[in-house]
């Protein structure tokens, strides 16, 4: 299976092997120690990764070039690591993770056998290693032969693998060689950055010293004038070149100058660079990585201290609410009555215990009293009338007091399910920070799951599209499709699309998978509202946010500018919280929470909240007291009823949603209850006529049948279809 861009793919199929066959013959002459091996074995890895048509011409040009040259120990060394390759594949014991270790393991004993000491053999095997983990970084580009997969890593290792076939033309003359040289290297600082270039500029150095120690000035030469971007580096090309023009005075104090050469090698390359087409002055875009871990961090920080905050004072509001001491009032009653009476030691002081007189004012102030016990009071108490207004004023205060802390306690749960509600949001925002879906988190996701993953690369094209490039060993196509893909989508909660699939050779390396991400859909809305009043008491609210797109609708009690009034306050606060990254859940408890207290439960509004998630092509439905939804899908009409209280009418809420997969052509429809009780008959009648108009002509349509029938109420009709993005 190959899905790569099938136009473009046919002219450069043919032209990377032609590449990688003369690569080979010009790098057999960068020779290092009187071996070009630091150079073949990596670009033989990057052959044999890529398959056969490349391992192919690699291995025609070596023998080729090896005949010509008399060179048998590096066909030897070739062949033998060739089969040393097929015989670990037949054993089962190779893993492509380990082949640059086994090659250049390998490489030991021959260079040993062909009489290198320790230091050369060293530095050759190290070169060797070096270079094939640099060059595996070009792999991808040539499998997948896609711009998207390129980003800086791999665009440093493509400077040094053609500044490095500069090099090799060394012997056949240098001065040409170092003008190339310089040229390309210019044009790589002034597109990337010297910061960039700086670290190839060294590791050349250090191969032009292995390959020609004579090129110390040459080298000094060339590091030194470039040096001088790190002080500046202007964007404006002739500014650029005048710097590193005048740079150059500075080398007749370190080199050995040769006026007539270095002007030669110096201009020449300028020259090229003035006359090379200029890329509007900006600089090659590379999809860098914008992920900056201090300031998540940072970030981090500040929402940990605010959810401790909050947690401190939900600590606060836990404590015991304030209970109303009946014997307070009890004493009050004691001290006006029955304190200066002579009876009061047979009231409460005798041996019997209190007398009925005393507990009647513990009944008297918690309730009304009996018939009988006013007539038990007139008979025994001294002082009954004085008795019993002292008892009436002191329940009117008993009761008073109940009520003060009832509001109290009442305030104070709603508050502390408030401060609760925001330590656990910036709670969870802290753990969302902290949960960044970055490469290496996915790279253990798929570990888990026991795949061999060789490398994963993330490649974002926009903030909403991205690549995903993925190598893995031992894995087919079916388990690609079946199992990987909706591993990966259930993890990452968006949809994947398998753009190619690159099997190798004799199932030798591994399968290299590219994946994208791209929203499918998108919506097309349309709205319709009638007022009876002056000002219709529903509010409509539709806004996006990152993946989401959100349509709401609320219907304030009653009609009017008050009902208004509650509906737009109820759809305010809503997309406040959602946009300051309050997760629905707790932005739907905060709003009725909010709306509770504003109206100690006299007014409520409903509410419809549609969310669109065009990521992974999601809707969820939360309805509260809201009048009936609609959605027409494949010919047939289903009904989305409400099965929660409005807002702001019960102390909790409990969220209920429909949650469903969102296909094209889906047809929504959000209405009021100003539309009547026909409205569902209304679309069954015209459900054919329905699907084929477009949004506009569906809302009209229906405002016109269910305003002719329609009793007298505020009426609001949303109608929303989903649309292929293409």
């Not at 569902?680 to 006529?689: G, I, N, R, V």
């Amino acid at each position: 299976m190959d899905l790569v861009i099938v136009n473009k793919q046919k002219h450069v199929h043919y032209i990377l092997p032609i590449i990688i066959f003369f690569s080979t013959i010009i790098l057999s002459y960068a020779k290092i120690q009187e071996t070009a091996l630091p150079f073949l074995l990596p670009l033989f890895i990057v052959s044999f990764y890529s398959g056969y048509l490349y391992l192919t011409c690699f291995l025609t040009a070596i023998i080729g070039i090896s005949i010509i040259n008399q060179d048998t120990f590096t066909i030897v060394v070739i062949i033998t690591l060739l089969l040393t390759i097929y015989l670990l594949n037949f054993t089962h014991l190779l893993k492509t993770k380990y082949i640059s270790f086994i090659m250049t393991a390998i490489l030991i004993p021959f260079f040993y056998a062909n009489h290198y000491n320790i230091l050369q053999t060293t530095v050759l095997v190290m070169l060797t290693l070096f270079n094939c983990y640099l060059d595996q970084e070009i792999i991808p580009l040539i499998i997948h032969q896609n711009k998207n997969v390129l980003n800086i890593k791999r665009l440093q290792a493509l400077i040094v693998v053609v500044c490095t076939l500069f090099i090799s033309f060394i012997p056949f003359n240098t001065t040409y060689t170092m003008i190339f040289l310089r040229y390309f290297l210019l044009i790589s600082i002034y597109y990337l950055s010297i910061e960039k270039v700086m670290p190839i500029i060294l590791y050349l150095s250090i191969l032009l010293m292995l390959i020609a120690p004579s090129l110390k000035d040459d080298v000094l030469s060339l590091i030194l004038p470039m040096s001088f971007f790190f002080m500046m580096q202007p964007k404006n090309k002739y500014l650029f070149m005048s710097i590193f023009l005048l740079s150059h005075i500075t080398l007749p104090f370190f080199i050995n100058y040769n006026y007539f050469y270095y002007a030669f090698v110096i201009l020449v390359p300028v020259f090229l660079f003035m006359i090379s087409p200029q890329f509007k002055n900006k600089k090659i875009k590379i999809n860098p990585e914008f992920i900056e871990i201090s300031y998540q961090e940072q970030l981090k920080s500040k929402a940990d201290a605010f959810a401790s905050l909050f947690h401190q004072l939900t600590e606060v509001f836990k404590e015991e609410n304030q209970e109303t001491h009946l014997s307070e009032y009890v004493g009050y009653v004691y001290e006006d009555v029955c304190h200066h009476c002579s009876s009061k030691k047979y009231c409460f002081y005798s041996q019997e215990g209190m007398s009925r007189l005393g507990k009647l004012i513990s009944k008297g102030i918690q309730k009304d009293l009996e018939v009988d016990d006013y007539n038990y009071i007139y008979q025994h108490c001294l002082k009954p009338d004085d008795y019993l207004k002292s008892l009436k004023n002191h329940q009117k205060g008993y009761f008073k007091m109940l009520k003060v802390n009832h509001a109290h306690d009442h305030l104070k749960k709603d508050l502390f399910q408030e401060f609760s509600i925001m330590g656990h949001v910036f709670q969870n925002f802290s753990k969302k920070i902290d949960e960044q879906d970055n490469e290496k988190k996915i790279l253990e996701h798929l570990k888990a799951y026991h795949f061999e993953v060789y490398y994963l690369k993330k490649i974002k094209k926009d903030y909403e599209n991205y690549m995903l490039e993925i190598g893995i060993e031992d894995i087919d196509e079916k388990t690609v499709t079946e199992e990987l893909i909706p591993i990966l989508e259930n993890y990452l909660n968006e949809s994947l699309d398998l753009v190619s699939i690159k099997k190798q050779h004799l199932q030798i390396g591994y399968t290299s998978i590219l994946l994208k991400h791209e929203l499918k859909y998108t919506l097309q809305l349309a709205k319709k509202q009638y007022a009876l009043d002056q000002q219709c008491g529903d509010s409509i609210l539709t806004f996006g946010l990152d993946e989401h797109h959100y349509v709401a609708l609320s219907d304030g009690m009653g009609q009017g500018y008050i009902a208004y009034k509650e509906s737009k306050l109820t759809l305010d606060v809503l997309s406040q919280l959602l946009k300051n990254g309050i997760q629905l859940r707790d932005t739907l408890n905060t709003l009725n929470t909010l709306l509770k207290i504003k109206n100690q439960g006299d007014m409520y509004t409903t509410l419809d909240l549609f969310d669109f998630n065009l990521m992974n092509s999601r809707l969820k439905v939360i309805k509260y007291g809201a009048y009936e939804s609609y959605l027409i899908r494949n010919h047939q009409i289903d009904v989305l009823h409400s099965h929660s209280l409005p807002v702001g009418m019960a102390s909790t809420m409990k969220m209920v949603s429909y949650d469903m997969k969102i296909k094209e052509n889906d047809i929504l429809i959000l209405t009021s209850d100003g539309v009547g009780e026909h409205f569902f008959d209304l679309l069954k009648k015209y459900q054919e006529e329905i699907e084929k108009m477009s949004v506009y002509e569906i809302v009209s349509f229906l405002f016109q049948k269910s305003f002719q029938k329609k009793d007298l109420d505020d009426m609001s009709i949303i109608v929303i279809k989903v649309v292929n993005r293409n």
